[in-house]
Nanobody, 113 residues
Framework: QVQLVESGGGLVQPGGSLRLSCVVSGSIFSLATINWYRQAPGKQREFVARITTAGSTNYLDSVKGRFTISRDNAKKTVYLQMNNLRPEDTAVYYC???????WGQGTQVTVSS
């Protein structure tokens, strides 16, 4: 059974940085596309970033140039490096693997002074 565990969230001041990690258990990691989504209070969950098996990446427009997604197949881990964080980045961040669609439990990111 595939499981995803996120970590690395926390409280940071505007302009600060965090690195989120998503560790995947199971043998399909190298065959899977990994996405990061986020959900702010009272809002729908939104796509943030994606990395394919070939290493191609896509980003939400508002995070381009600030966030970087990467993967380490040997460690079965995907990272989301978040720089120059803004209060509007505050949300629970979720890791998602496809196929099949599998979600982690989420990690809270709060950007506040």
């Amino acid at each position: 059974q595939v499981q995803l565990v996120e970590s690395g969230g926390g409280l940071v001041q505007p302009g600060g940085s965090l690195r989120l990690s998503c560790v995947v258990s199971g043998s399909i990691f190298s065959l899977a596309t990994i996405n990061w989504y986020r959900q702010a209070p009272g809002k729908q969950r939104e796509f943030v970033a994606r990395i394919t098996t070939a290493g191609s990446t896509n980003y939400l427009d508002s995070v381009k140039g600030r966030f970087t997604i990467s993967r380490d197949n040997a460690k079965k881990t995907v990272y989301l490096q978040m720089n120059n964080l803004r209060p509007e980045d505050t949300a629970v961040y979720y890791c998602n693997l496809i196929p099949p669609s599998t979600w982690g439990q989420g990690t809270q990111v709060t950007v506040s002074s």
